[in-house]
């Protein structure tokens, strides 16, 4: 049984950090690349960033390029996704799953867990 469990959300102040995370369990984390998504209120839920199977390659929407860094501990099945420099516009419920094919993916392979809320006031 597929679980993706997200933690680490919060409220924070425009500029501020979050650090999420995510644990995986009951498929082979370690041959998959993982991914951070995100949905705003009336919003599609869109693609944060990715990262590959062995953790060597990323890929990060350009809303969050320079800000945010995707990174994943294999020995422990988790994915991480540091935020730095929040802003308004960040705000949204953070979901973690794993992706068809690889890190240039935009195909979430499994159901969704429940997210992490964050929320960035100005």
């Known amino acids: 049984q597929v679980q993706l469990v997200e933690s680490g959300g919060g409220l924070v102040q425009a500029g501020g950090s979050l650090r999420l995370s995510c644990a995986a369990s009951g498929f082979a984390f370690s041959t998959y690349a993982m991914s951070w998504y995100r949905q705003a209120p009336e919003k599609e839920r869109e693609l944060v960033a990715a990262v590959a199977s062995a953790g060597s390659g990323t890929n990060y929407a350009d809303s969050v390029k320079g800000r945010f860094t995707i990174s994943r501990d294999n020995a422990k099945n988790m994915v991480y996704l540091q935020m730095n420099s929040l802003k308004p516009e960040d705000t949204a419920v953070y979901y973690c799953?794993?992706?068809?094919?690889?890190?240039?993916?935009?195909?979430?392979?499994?159901?969704w867990g429940q997210g992490t809320q964050v929320t960035v006031s100005s």
């Open positions: 799953n794993a992706l068809v094919e690889n890190h240039y993916s935009d195909y979430p392979l499994y159901e």
